[in-house]
């Protein structure tokens, strides 16, 4: 599980039926300050996020599928849910009512 900023979108005419009416998203991997900690990746958008939005992020194929309630879905990476502050030693280094 990661910490990820959305920074776009994917439409993809290639299509797969377990992904029939979900939104392809591209993430970008953060440290909790916001600084970038790896490569893009594109994520299944389970929650309605949109672009600029913080967000967490599963990057594991059997709790993907467990989410998505199929257990054969090529699924891998699953964006499950809204960051709305980030504390670190007891300081406030994200919060996305500032942000």
């Known amino acids: 599980m990661f910490l990820a900023e959305v920074v776009g979108t994917v439409v993809s005419p290639i299509q797969i039926p377990m992904l029939d009416g979900k939104k392809l998203l591209i ?54 849910g809204f960051v709305d502050a980030v504390e670190v030693g007891g300081e406030l280094v994200f919060d996305h009512r500032t942000d």
Request: neutral net charge.
């Open 27 to 80: 993430v970008r991997p953060v440290h909790p300050d916001g600084t970038r900690t790896a490569k893009t990746k594109i994520a299944i958008d389970g929650i309605g996020a949109g672009t600029g939005d913080r967000v967490l992020v599963i990057d594991e194929g059997n709790s993907a599928r467990q989410l998505l309630g199929d257990p054969d879905a090529p699924a891998r990476t699953v964006i499950v």
